[in-house]
């Protein structure tokens, strides 16, 4: 059975079991074996994961960095995913608002009885203190904190730095490609735990929101729930078979095991190494390509978040009764291309932009209070999407660079063998092989 298979059947049986438990509501469940067994192992695994993020995104952009060799190609690289980000972001909170005012969720909603205390808006950045921030005053503590833009950004330098000594940058790129293939055994490893700690993460979820918190909103996430799935599976396909002429189907299927992460973890910085190690192995960008596409787009791509903003905004605004009308639109979708730029790809981050978006529009932010209940579940979605869309754009940077191997991207079995930690040396070299970058300014070690 592939990990997928196992990640899907945690998940399921995750549902089964939290719905369960939420209707019967015993006390000792509750507590010993939803908030401590359950949280004990939904946040082991969930640190697992983040523990692997800096020190990957770290080597694993090195190895991208002085593999490409170039920095002209590294600064198109950069450009191309950066507009594709601000694309996909602003078309997907366009459509999310069209849906939202066609069905018009929020119509004839009351306010009694929602408890709103304990809400802060929180100031929008400004363009520039956005692009300030990119540079690290401290890169060290950029690394302890998990600031993913900084971390890039130093990486970076640090990549053309060593590009710039020439030959004497050698045994560094050679200990950089050993501490990639390192971390990504690494990843293999916590991996195999996967379907328990997916299972663990959902069952605790659905015990503690039960299923009637969806029910005096019922509009509002239906209306997002379809736009999330418009974008989804509409959307992101045509920019992918458009711009690089990749089967959609292959790609939802190769990608499904990061979306299983995603959804669990409503994390896209936790989904790093799930995401890359997809866009590798099993779809054939090279490394040099996905090492900065994948983590940069886990922290400018907001697509879901976005989609979000723009329906719970239309929400809202139907709710009091506001009109916001077009110019009031057109802030929301800057708003939300501006707040994603700058926003840690974490769970509940959403809601904090939410407030920013809120506040620039007049609308009163005590009506997040009316989403509050059911946003967790709403986030595990969003995040799913989040990491689609880096996935998408990552295949369409490769595929234009060059660095991209159609044979991994057909072969089915292609970046399977490490599900089961046994990996088959000839099928490894082979991939090896063809993901390499293309110019490489030194060998692999296994030349």
Not at 104 to 125: H, L, Y
Not at 164 to 171: A, E, Q, W
Not at 386 to 405: P, R
Not at 421 to 441: C, F, I, Y
């Amino acid at each position: 059975m592939s990990l997928t298979m196992k990640i899907f059947i945690g998940m399921i049986a995750g549902v089964v079991v939290g719905v369960i438990f939420n209707m019967l509501d015993i006390a000792f469940v509750n507590e010993t074996i939803v908030a401590g067994f359950f949280g004990m192992i939904g946040t082991m695994f969930v640190n697992a994961l983040k523990m692997l993020v800096v020190p990957l995104v770290i080597f694993s952009l090195l190895c991208g960095v002085m593999g490409i060799g170039d920095i002209r190609v590294l600064g198109r690289v950069g450009g191309k995913s950066f507009a594709l980000y601000m694309m996909t972001t602003a078309i997907a909170i366009g459509v999310a608002i069209t849906i939202a005012l066609f069905v018009g969720p929020g119509q004839g909603f009351t306010m009694e009885g929602v408890d709103a205390s304990g809400i802060e808006a929180k100031e929008a950045p400004t363009v520039w203190q956005v692009f300030a921030n990119i540079v690290p005053s401290n890169p060290i503590a950029a690394f302890t904190n998990g600031e993913m833009l900084q971390i890039i950004f130093y990486v970076i330098i640090v990549g053309i730095a060593a590009l710039m000594l020439g030959d004497r940058s050698k045994p560094f790129a050679e200990a950089c490609e050993y501490m990639n293939e390192l971390m990504m055994k690494i990843v293999g490893i916590v991996m195999a735990f996967a379907p328990y700690g997916v299972f663990a993460l959902i069952a605790k979820t659905f015990t503690e929101q039960g299923i009637e918190l969806f029910i005096p909103v019922i509009a509002y996430v239906a209306t997002l729930t379809s736009a999330l799935f418009l974008h989804l599976f509409v959307t992101l396909m045509l920019i992918l078979k458009l711009f690089s002429g990749l089967n959609p189907f292959t790609f939802m299927k190769k990608i499904r095991s990061a979306q299983l992460f995603a959804f669990s973890t409503a994390s896209s910085n936790a989904t790093i190494p799930v995401t890359l190690r997809a866009v590798t192995e099993r779809m054939g960008a090279n490394n040099s390509v996905a090492s900065f596409t994948v983590p940069f787009g886990a922290t400018i791509n907001m697509d879901g978040t976005a989609i979000m903003q723009g329906v719970a905004t239309v929400f809202l605004a139907n709710v009091y009764g506001i009109e916001l009308g077009l110019a009031g639109y057109l802030t929301v979708i800057a708003m939300a291309v501006l707040a994603s730029i700058g926003t840690a790809g974490v769970p509940g981050v959403g809601l904090v932009m939410l407030t920013m978006v809120l506040t620039q529009v007049g609308l009163p932010i005590e009506g997040i209070a009316l989403i509050l209940g059911v946003d967790r579940l709403m986030d595990m979605i969003r995040t799913a999407v989040n990491i689609t869309g880096d996935a998408v754009v990552s295949m369409v940077v490769a595929k234009t660079e060059g660095q991209f191997s159609q044979a991994v991207y057909d072969d089915p079995n292609a970046g399977l063998a490490d599900d089961d930690l046994s990996v088959d040396p000839v099928a490894e070299e082979h991939l090896k092989e063809a993901t390499r970058p293309k110019g490489s300014m030194h060998p692999s070690p296994a030349e």
